[in-house]
């Protein structure tokens, strides 16, 4: 089974795009998948544009919303605070259940964290420990602009050191500008970086509904590296 984890360098890098891409690709190939977004906050519940309803449709729409997205939170916060205003915990094991029954007959199962990895979900447990536990290998998005080098090393090396496998770093475009100096020369600094993990640029979609075209594009940067069944510990 392919279980993937993806984390961003931030909070809006294209971490829902790139998991929506990873998704159509491992469907393409036939293989049956779930989608999972554990916590979402700051979003109504049939909001199209939100996460869980657009990974939820990546996926091909089978699976029950409450496990797809077990948690729903009003305010646009970490995890923990959020819960913690509200004087309430998030119960992790609402959380595992959910994940649990989205496995159960699936080839692949892909979750996609909040925020960045090291995002707290409870006082004691942020992504990290938590695709520790659901046994995940990371998918680092990283949002391509000034900053992210760093941004991505401290991520990278936070999925290290808890002890997760990074599948690779998908080196995002924010926008249809042409790029800047940063832009054009992070591939290249973060490739040499963090070998052997693999860096892939992926470009701004001009047309992010046309699936064949989204496809082609994902193929052509070799995103499908990613969704091998199995790869070597890093
Ligand atoms: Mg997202």
Redesign the pocket.
């Known amino acids: 089974m392919i279980r993937l984890g993806v984390t961003g360098t931030d909070t809006g890098v294209g971490?829902?795009l790139v998991?929506t891409v990873l998704l159509r690709l491992l469907r393409s190939r036939g293989l049956r998948v779930s989608a999972m977004?554990p916590v979402e906050s700051g979003v109504k519940t049939h909001d199209p544009s939100s996460?869980a309803v657009r990974l939820h449709a990546a996926a091909g729409g089978d699976d029950a919303m409450e496990d797809v997205r077990p948690l729903l939170l009003a305010e646009p916060l970490a995890p923990w605070v959020a819960t913690a205003r509200a004087g309430s915990e998030v119960d992790l094991g609402v959380l595992d259940a959910a994940f649990a029954r989205l496995c159960d007959g699936r080839d692949a199962v892909l979750v996609?964290g909040?925020g960045g990895l090291l995002v707290p979900i409870t006082r004691d447990v942020a992504f990290d420990g938590l695709f520790v536990q659901w046994e995940l290998d990371v998918v680092v998005v990283a949002g391509n602009r000034r900053g992210a080098i760093n941004h991505t090393l401290l991520t990278v090396r936070a999925a290290h050191d808890a002890g997760l496998r990074v599948r690779g770093v998908v080196l995002n475009a924010l926008d249809a500008e042409p790029p800047g100096i940063a832009e054009a020369t992070n591939l290249e600094a973060l490739a040499e970086l963090l070998a052997p993990v693999p860096v892939l640029s992926f470009p701004w979609l001009r047309k992010p509904d046309d699936e064949a075209y989204v496809l082609d594009i994902a193929r052509e940067r070799g995103l499908e590296s990613l969704l091998r069944d199995r790869t070597p510990p890093i």
Request: glycine share 0%; hydrophobic share 15%.
């Open positions: 971490k829902t998991s977004k996460d996609e909040a």
